[in-house]
């Protein structure tokens, strides 16, 4: 198996760095971020350097558009976001040619390596959007609710669910990535009571106990999320953290990998009322989606070949 991107498999970080890039077009930008792709595996490992213990890792992931430029191979399910839903409840498509995730216990670590990476692409970003996440209390969402509970434990389990194989043996080892920031309505959702917050999320908030399916409502946000196709869980690996200032937005910055990308959009249809059954996800009457985008990581020898 070709070496994934050291940001997929390991648990989440005390702090990540999400930056999505929007370039402009031409040859001289795509010969800079093919440049910048083959020297990405090492330029974190040189900042990852300078403080082992904070344990920086990253993975650089590319929008269908933009690896179509780079590459005449497509990996089998990459295929661009296509906005859900509408009005309030709705999930826009905003995209992306570059997605950058950095995560470690430094702060500092992970903004000076997405700025040394920018740096040589700097001439020709045309719009550039950027989240710094954080640990919240003991991994919870803002909503007072732990997070990624779900997510599978160990690296086997956890490749198993973000890495491609043998289904797509030309790109083994990479990995889809979905990418969204969500702005919660915190007031709103203060005001109430905790068991109502639990039916809408369908755990117990303080230790994140699933719901009896008798107590559990259809429209809780597991049991939209959380899906069995022939007796198997869908699985993906999840590294959202919470992002926000004390008075401005704050939210989650949702950004998850799998080894198919469809995991994603039957997620995402049954959140945004597309499933079967017509129902959506009453989470997201407290919460509201602004950018979403679809992405694929290669693998560190893919992402090397691309410098040419």
Request: net charge negative; charged share 25%.
């Amino acid at each position: 198996m070709p070496t994934p991107q050291s940001a997929i498999l390991p648990p989440v970080s005390p702090h990540a760095l999400f930056l999505t890039l929007h370039l402009q077009a031409g040859d001289e930008a795509l010969r800079a971020v093919r440049a910048a792709a083959a020297g990405f595996s090492a330029l974190v490992e040189t900042q990852a350097a300078l403080d082992p213990d904070a344990h920086l890792v990253g993975s650089l992931a590319f929008g269908a558009e933009m690896w179509g430029r780079l590459s005449p191979q497509r990996p089998t399910t990459l295929t661009p976001f296509v906005t859900l839903g509408s009005g309030a409840l709705s999930a826009p498509a905003t995209g992306g040619d570059l997605q950058l995730h950095l995560h470690g216990a430094r702060a500092d670590l992970n903004f000076r390596c997405a700025r040394a990476f920018i740096e040589p692409l700097r001439p020709f970003i045309a719009k550039a959007d950027e989240t710094h996440g954080f640990m919240y209390l003991d991994a919870r969402d803002l909503t007072g609710f732990i997070d990624g509970t779900e997510n599978p434990e160990g690296e086997e389990e956890r490749a198993e669910a973000a890495l491609i194989g043998d289904e797509d043996p030309e790109f083994a080892g990479g990995s889809y990535v979905i990418a969204q920031r969500y702005v919660h309505k915190l007031h709103d959702w203060e005001r109430l009571a905790e068991h109502e917050q639990e039916g809408i999320i369908g755990r117990s908030k303080p230790d994140s106990v699933e719901l009896d399916d008798e107590i559990k409502p259809p429209t809780a946000h597991i049991a939209r999320v959380v899906i069995e196709e022939d007796g198997e869980e869908l699985e993906i690996v999840r590294h959202s953290l919470p992002y926000g200032s004390a008075s401005g937005d704050a939210g989650l910055f949702f950004i998850a990998y799998a080894k198919d990308l469809s995991i994603f959009q039957k997620m995402l249809a049954r959140m945004f009322g597309q499933g079967d059954d017509g129902l959506s996800d009453h989470l997201m009457q407290f919460t509201q989606a602004v950018s979403g985008g679809y992405f694929f990581a290669p693998s560190k020898e893919r992402l090397a070949q691309l410098g040419g």
